[in-house]
């Protein structure tokens, strides 16, 4: 099975991939109840947040979990500015509203400063021991941030993401976790991230697919775990997809087979 650096017993234990949940605990809590969390180590792709009521609750399982790490979603990162800009109502909590935001959620969070602290530490992405490249977008473009000579790409995303988050400069996270299909529309740069980062192959969540298990593509160098499982969002948005389409084990390299659609 895949191991995860650097999380010392928690490597031994096989990985759950969990997508986007955008606030349906009672979606998520079916779809996860096969895998108990002793047995696993869960990750999170973010976008917990916004369009179902329980965002906040999302967040709080994700954090709470034992074995579970979590990463930072384009509509966490919405929050966080609508947090900042919550006592003027400016424009990030108008953007964020529009992007399925909750109103009691911004509030709930808002009188939680622990969960505000844990939510500024989410990385980017994971790189698994077995050179998979966890993340959230099908995108390549929070590569832009750093420089291209940088010698390790994946932490030092991680380090000016939560840099970024510190200092309330969210729009650079914005525009780089907002394009959706990049991979599949462009495997060449597919291939030029897995090059620069080092990775065998990426999984990601951020774009919703229709199948009924996760949508693995790009012979097998790319694994999509949005299945759009969340029951609410905005008009035209996929919804109410196949939980297993979002929610699995990461599948070993000879299991990397693409699904028919």
Known sequence: MPQLLGLGAMADLPVLIVGDVHGDLERLFSAIKPYPAEGWHTIFLG???DGGPFGVGALRYARDRPNSAALLGNHE???WAALR???ERGGGVHAWLGAGGQPHDLEELARDGSLQAWLRRRPAMLMLEDRTLVQH???DELGTLIPQSESDPVRAINDEVCRLLAAGDTEPLITRMTSRGVFQRQPHRLQAWL???GARRVV???TPHRNREPEIYADGKAINFDGGMGRWGRPGAFRGGSP??????L???ADDRPIDR
Not at 244 to 249: E, F, Q
């Open 47 to 49: 976008d917990l947040v």
């Open 77 to 79: 990162v919405l929050m």
């Open 85 to 87: 800009d919550r006592a």
């Open 137 to 139: 977008c099908d995108s």
């Open 195 to 197: 090059r620069r980062t």
């Open 204 to 206: 990601h969540g951020h």
């Open 244 to 249: 297993r389409g979002s929610v699995g084990p």
């Open 251 to 253: 599948p070993d390299q």
